[in-house]
């Protein structure tokens, strides 16, 4: 998907259905096999174990008090895979563009600047994550549940620590507010049409399928 702007209103359009119900995570998912290179995204990154982990676990922490851990882990699954869709496909910049198309020199520009600064630090956090589990295997140690908590404690502190360094950075350099830009856009055929079946998943998970034949009659 070539337009940032479809892009993310429609993995905007996506998580809100899944997070709407099981039936628009059902579609959603589908969407996801057809408009996406789905196997490949999953395998190229190598957070989605650890976090369709930690989903299972709070999950079966639900299930657990009575709620409905299965729906749950399932709809939570699906705006996962949508979000990694979403990473992978953006490009440097596009935050930048599409906060400026929408709000301006001002404040679009500082919005998409921390939209920016954000992608960054995934990128980096991927990168540290790699490098940790690097380090455990030349040490001859298992990933396993017992190393979520201090993987997870070693890449929120080198996230804070880069964020107070990027702060540090723009202060140096006398950043104070707002900048120029002029956002182009490349909008394909299929973008649209992507677009168009992200609305009817939309509209599927608001309104149920039984519904649908109901108001057909």
Known sequence: MQDPRIRI????????????????????????????????????????????????????????????GLSY?????VIILIGIWLYKEQKPGEFLSISVWL????????????SEMGMQSLSLISADFKRIRLAEKIKGMRWGVRSL?????????GTLARA?????LLAIRGYRSGGTLCPEFLTKPMDVVAGLF???????????????FILYR
């Open 9 to 68: 209103a429609t993995a905007a359009i996506l998580s809100i259905s899944a997070f709407i119900s099981l039936q628009g995570a059902a579609f959603a998912f589908f969407w996801w096999l057809g408009f996406t290179p789905a196997v490949q995204l999953v395998k190229k990154i190598r957070l989605v174990f650890p976090l369709l982990l930690t989903i299972a676990f709070f999950s079966l922490v639900l299930e657990l008090f009575g709620g409905n």
């Open 73 to 77: 882990f399932i709809r939570m699954t």
């Open 103 to 114: 709000f301006g020199d001002r404040f679009g520009f500082e919005l998409g600047l921390v």
């Open 149 to 157: 908590i201090p993987t997870g404690m070693i890449l929120v502190h």
């Open 164 to 168: 107070q360094d990027s702060a540090e």
């Open 198 to 212: 992200a609305v009817c998943v939309f509209f599927t998970a608001v309104i149920p399928v039984s519904e649908f």
